[in-house]
Every structure is written in structure tokens, then in C-alpha cells.
T-cell receptor, first 116, second 117 residues
């Protein structure tokens, strides 16, 4: 079945360490996204990519970095510069400009990062 | 800039009662609108979407929503609540029609639906 796979599902990190969250999709979607979810705050966009080797900052990009070397993959690195990294991270994809244009997002199961 | 307001962070209904979750949006252009559902520690699943066709949209699990331009609303309803409906619900908007919606969606803060037995 086609879908989006995020790993790991749970991750613990010590302060000062960088961590990388994996996101892989086999939906043949052009666009991919990273959202951060905190209780009572909904989802906030960190980064997105509409095409390979290109990406744009979202609303809360500070302390995060991404790469898009392959269409299927969009890893997110949470750096030590992120002051409050404990959160639930969601990866999503869409057909982007090549699709129906509705903007519908397809989500992975999420990764929960806890900083100790 | 677009935004979404969901009235009520928590809504409690009895099993078998009507479910009504409210969503209002602001957008400078005709929007696309979405409702997603999230169960604990899982990703979001699409319930339904409005993309400028019929204003009354039917989704999965018996949910439906009506787009009312004059009220800038897209409220979610279900005639009879079931225990399995207990979850977090998010309303979202996309007005980047010119880019095929590829800039991502703007989400409301969510409404936690509680079903009382």
C-alpha cells in the first residue's frame, strides 16, 4: 500500500544533541511538508518542499533544517539551536502543482521527540 | 493571510446525540477547506474536503460539512455520535489556488471531541 513512513515513532534526546527524523513516501507526490504539533496549538508548518533539491521555510523554521535529495525522502534535523524541541512531528505530502491542486495533505503516523 | 478559528477546544456530547464542531476561516480568495481527524499518537486522516463544488460535503464515518460563504464557516456535523468518534478534529484551509495548494495548509488549533456514554 502507498503511504508515508516516519521513523522513529519515539525518540529521546539529550540537550545539545542534533537528531534527524526520517520521512519516506511512495505516493509519487511532488510536495512534502513537516509540521510540529503541540497541545492546544494545532499544527505549525516548519518546512516544505515542492520539488527535489528545493525547499522553503514555513512559519517556525528556526532551529530546524531539511534536505530533499530524492523525491521520496524529506528528512528533518532538529538542531541544538531549537530551544524547545519536545513535540510531536508530522510529515505530510501532496501532489503539489502537478496534481488536482486542492492542497489535500496525506500524513504519516508521526514522531514524538522528547528532550531529557 | 489566511487563518482558521475553531470554537471550543473541547466539545462533549452524549452517545447518539448530534455532533457539531465549528470552524470559521478568513481568506482573501475562495478557499479550499478540509476537516481532519486524529486519534492519540497517530497522524491525521482526511474526513472531507470542500473544493468549490457542492456546498454540502459528505465525508467518511457519517460526517458532513456545509460551506457557507456569507458566514465564512465550514462547520462539521454528524447526526448521531458514536463512542469511536472520540478524537481530535482539525479544520484547515488552503487559499494558494494559484500554486495548486502546494504551499501547505493552515490549521485551526483543534477540537477535542468527548463522547459521554
Amino acid at each position: 500500500d502507498g503511504g508515508i513512513t516516519q521513523s522513529p515513532k519515539y525518540l529521546f534526546r539529550k540537550e545539545g544533541q542534533n537528531v534527524t527524523l526520517s520521512c519516506e513516501q511512495n505516493l509519487n507526490h511532488d510536495a512534502m511538508y513537516w509540521y510540529r504539533q503541540d497541545p492546544g496549538q494545532g499544527l505549525r508548518l516548519i518546512y516544505y518542499s515542492q520539488i527535489v533539491n528545493d525547499f522553503q521555510k514555513g512559519d517556525i523554521a528556526e532551529g530546524y533544517s531539511v534536505s530533499r535529495e530524492k523525491k521520496e525522502s524529506f528528512p528533518l534535523t532538529v538542531t541544538s539551536a531549537q530551544k524547545n524541541p519536545t513535540a510531536f512531528y508530522l510529515c505530510a505530502s501532496s501532489t503539489g502543482t502537478s496534481g488536482s491542486g486542492s492542497g489535500e495533505l496525506f500524513f504519516g503516523e508521526g514522531s514524538r521527540l522528547t528532550v531529557l | 493571510a489566511q487563518s482558521v478559528t475553531q470554537l471550543g477546544s473541547h466539545v462533549s456530547v452524549s452517545e447518539g446525540a448530534l455532533v457539531l464542531l465549528r470552524c470559521n476561516y478568513s481568506s482573501s480568495v475562495p478557499p479550499y477547506l478540509f476537516w481532519y481527524v486524529q486519534y492519540p499518537n497517530q497522524g491525521l486522516q482526511l474526513l472531507l474536503k470542500y473544493t468549490s463544488a457542492a456546498t454540502l460535503v459528505k465525508g467518511i464515518n457519517g460526517f458532513e460539512a456545509e460551506f457557507k460563504k456569507s458566514e465564512t464557516s465550514f462547520h462539521l456535523t454528524k447526526p448521531s455520535a458514536h463512542m469511536s468518534d472520540a478524537a481530535e478534529y482539525f479544520c484547515a484551509v488552503s487559499d494558494s489556488v494559484g500554486t495548486g495548494g502546494a504551499d501547505g495548509l493552515t490549521f485551526g488549533k483543534g477540537t477535542h471531541l468527548i463522547i459521554q456514554p
